[in-house]
């Protein structure tokens, strides 16, 4: 297994950026392939970035696409979530969450490890 530690967010004024980071400790970090997940009040939890376990492939929702950039150091057992161009639409708590699955999981129910989340706050 492995845990997920997330931080880096806070309030940021529309148009602003924030960099997420998720410190992983556990078994070997490169095992896994990796999303950030985020649950805004009212909604279901969205997949918005996901990255497979060498870092050579990703995916983005479409609501995201062009303003975040999810990347991984498998050397500092960290990934990371570069938000640009914020919006108030992108007000979330941002999970880290790890899948034993050999590909890019699009699928919620399939990641098999979480860590606590991180609020972000966007005002407008």
């Known amino acids: 297994q492995v845990q997920l530690v997330e931080s880096g967010g806070g309030l940021v004024q529309a148009g602003g950026s924030l960099r997420l980071s998720c410190a992983a400790s556990g078994r070997t970090f490169s095992t896994y392939a990796m999303g950030w997940i985020r649950q805004a009040p009212g909604k279901e939890r969205e997949i918005v970035a996901a990255?497979?376990?060498?870092?050579?492939?990703?995916y983005y929702a479409d609501s995201v696409k062009g303003r975040f950039t999810i990347s991984r150091d498998n050397a500092k057992n960290t990934v990371y979530l570069q938000m640009n161009s914020l919006k108030p639409e992108d007000t979330a708590i941002y999970y880290c969450?790890?899948?034993?699955?050999?590909?890019?999981?699009?699928?919620?129910?399939?990641?098999?490890?979480w860590g606590q989340g991180t609020q972000v706050t966007v005002s407008s």
């Open positions: 969450a790890a899948t034993d699955r050999y590909y890019i999981s699009r699928v919620v129910s399939e990641y098999d490890y």
């Open positions: 990255i497979t376990r060498s870092g050579g492939n990703t």
